[in-house]
């Protein structure tokens, strides 16, 4: 009886619709209560956790896709931090204060990293001068 109930819910659903986490979830579940469900708790279980698996959450950047000819899938969410959004929050990255150090850190920081391109830049640059100057009608 129960089983033809499932089966009957899992019809009415168009063709390639079932997740399957949704059905891991339903074939995971304790058969008393899988059992104690009627079809309409069924049915709006499955098309709630149908919904909230395709919906992806919200995320500014939601991209979820497979890589073509490999068994690896890739995912890649950016939005905002909720999990420690209480105040009073035991994450080390929250409530730490910004003072004069960490501000100078950056700089200094920032100051290495644009000599070192401007280096680069140099180096690469140097050669084609060199050419310029030794060979003003070109090789």
Known sequence: MITYKL??????????????????????????????????????????????????GTHLVDIRTVIPFTKVYLVFLMGHDRRFAQKG???????????????????????????LLLAANLVLLIPSVYKLIAFPGGL
């Open 89 to 115: 929050s035991s994450c080390p990255r929250h409530n730490v204060p910004v003072t004069k150090k960490h501000l100078s850190t950056l700089v200094v920081v920032m100051l290495i990293l644009g000599f």
């Open 7 to 56: 089966q009957t819910i899992m019809n009415d659903l168009p063709a390639g619709n079932e997740d399957p986490v949704v059905q891991h979830i339903f074939e995971t579940m304790d058969p008393e209560i899988r059992q104690s469900l009627t079809e309409a708790q069924s049915a709006g279980l499955r098309q709630a956790l149908l919904n909230f698996w395709k919906s992806g």
